[in-house]
């Protein structure tokens, strides 16, 4: 498949007959070819209706500008849609938070290097100067910049100056709670690893929580963030079993494998646009 030529079209909308036929219908007449289609819908007698599309735009008779305002004035107003049209070709730009533990962020990076993570770095940001070199080594920029309760208003906004031209965020294992303004500055496209299987032991010390519970599951979740601490739409999760023999930091070796494992997928099917976002839930098309 030609990623120079590919387009992903998402759609959500009140579910109603007619909605695929005229999607694909209106690709068709400008030469689109569908090369995979997934639909979903949360109620067949009224409920919500979501749609991914994947095309190849090689013989498109219009521009790509063309086909994105004339969907919008043929079909998506019709439907009342609220819809996106992405074009491969144009990268996605994504930010990188990190504190001191480094697994999350380096997987990142390391997909990124083998082209498996077709993203623009523009930087990475840490509240720590300790992984200056590690992210150094990829070429990328490290910008240090210290994170306290005391300074978070000045922190947020030097942050918010320096990420006010990427696409979405990922904090990977950022261990600072940014605002409720921050957030809003970027809603459903800030991507946060909680090391624990939400909504079990969210806020800190998940492991240590789970421990004391004896609990026989760890996981990990990878959910978009609200202004709720923990509590946005999840993405995606994963689990792996622990016994009485496990220590504590047997629990964070463990959990350390599946949050890379889970932030890397979630990552990857945002920049896919493979998940749409329902209230508090998602609808991923994985």
């Given amino acids: 498949m ?6 992903r ?3 959500t909308c009140a579910d109603r007959p007619g909605i695929v036929a005229a999607v694909t219908s209106f690709l068709f007449a400008h030469d689109a070819n569908i090369t995979e289609l997934d639909q979903h819908s949360s109620d067949a007698g009224g409920g919500r209706f979501f749609m991914r599309i994947e095309f190849q735009t090689e013989r498109l008779d219009v521009a790509p500008e063309i086909l994105e305002r004339e969907f919008g004035a043929v079909v998506g107003l019709r439907f009342a849609m609220d819809w996106h049209l992405h074009f491969a070709a144009r990268r996605l ?4 938070l990190v504190s001191r533990h480094d697994h999350a962020a ?5 997909r990124w290097q083998r082209g498996e993570l077709p993203v623009d770095i523009p930087c990475v940001i840490s509240n720590h100067p300790d992984l200056q070199a590690a992210v150094g080594a990829f070429g990328i920029p490290f910008v240090h910049v210290p994170f306290s309760a005391e300074t978070q208003a000045a922190a947020e906004q030097d942050i918010l100056q320096r990420v006010a031209d990427v696409d979405f965020i990922v904090l990977a294992r950022y261990m600072r709670v940014l605002s409720a303004g921050f957030v809003a500055a970027f809603p459903n496209r800030i991507i946060n690893i909680h090391h624990s299987f939400l909504p079990a032991f969210a806020g800190g010390d998940p492991y240590g929580q789970a421990q004391t519970r004896g609990v026989k599951i760890i996981g990990a979740t990878a ?3 609200t202004a709720e601490l923990d509590h946005g739409p999840i993405i995606e999760q994963d689990v792996v079993r622990v016994t009485h023999r496990h220590e504590l930091d047997d629990l964070k070796g463990l959990g350390r494998d599946l949050e890379r494992q889970v932030l890397a997928r979630a990552v990857r099917w945002h920049v896919e646009d493979r998940v749409l976002v329902d209230g508090n839930k998602t609808v991923v098309f994985a």
């Fill in 93 to 96: 730009r994504m930010a990188v």
């Fill in 2 to 7: 030609n990623s120079n030529t590919l387009a």
């Fill in 223 to 225: 959910h978009y963030v």
């Fill in 106 to 110: 380096l997987e990142l990076l390391w």
């Fill in 9 to 11: 079209l998402v759609i």
